[in-house]
């Protein structure tokens, strides 16, 4: 074989082992859109087995809830591949940031569930009032509404029909003896319902009958504050120490003191570092939301 036959040989070997490359490289790549497809079955395979969860039970109470008063309880079931750790995130509306997230470190499928929250941010302070929602979180960043509640400091301290006294009733007007009104009066009938606007401490519980008649003084939680009430129909049930939360009940509207002249209705108090303060516009915002 001369010289030529064997170049010619040479070049058709090449290009037969050309052609195999090149239809091995077309087998081996998907087209474009198949490419895609797989990508997004990868995608969703990965999803389905990064510890997503639902929830097969929630429930958010109270969902009206004050600050000292019951605590807002976040109870709940989950459907889930294995036990799985949880951020139950406390988020207020008007910002759509959580102000406190508590951990549940391993939530088991199926298992009853129940988280407590008492009103305070994780710096330890008295979260704002408004609306908020409770929201579970699992470590993939998967999320689940479990409810949604309003959280408010006080409540208004009267359970009943009431009314302003009127101006003989407001702060800083003068009484007998060179006097001044420290307190605010709302008329309401003997024996309505009297609970504790702020919860804390109970710091005085006895009768005066020169001025206050039967009346109680609560430190109220997280504040400077005496909440102070008075001319109460009976002697206190509480007793200087007890706690109180907000919206428990401490008596019953009465005329006791120097209000056994005037007629049934609350004087109330509130002293800031010992100052009083007046509290004629808490009482009108609490009133509108309680």
Known sequence: MNWQALAALAAMVLMVIAVAIVAAVALASPSPAHGAALTRSIAASAASGAGGFELTAARVSPRKAYFAGRPVRIEFRLRAPAPLALAVDMVREATGKPVRRLVVPAVAPGAAQRVEWDGLTG????????????????????ARLAGTFTLRGH???IRGAHADRGPIGTFGVAR???????GFDVNAACGVKLVAARGGRVVRADYDPVLYGNVIIVRGDHTRRDYWYSHLLRTPRVRVGDRVSTGQRLGSIGATGNARTIGCHLHFEIRRDGDPIDPAPELHRWDRWS
């Open 123 to 142: 710096s330890g302070k008295v979260a704002p009032g408004g609306s908020y929602r409770a929201r579970l979180r699992a470590p993939d960043g998967s």
């Open 155 to 157: 409540i208004f301290p």
């Open 176 to 182: 007998s003896g060179g006097r001044t009104h420290n």
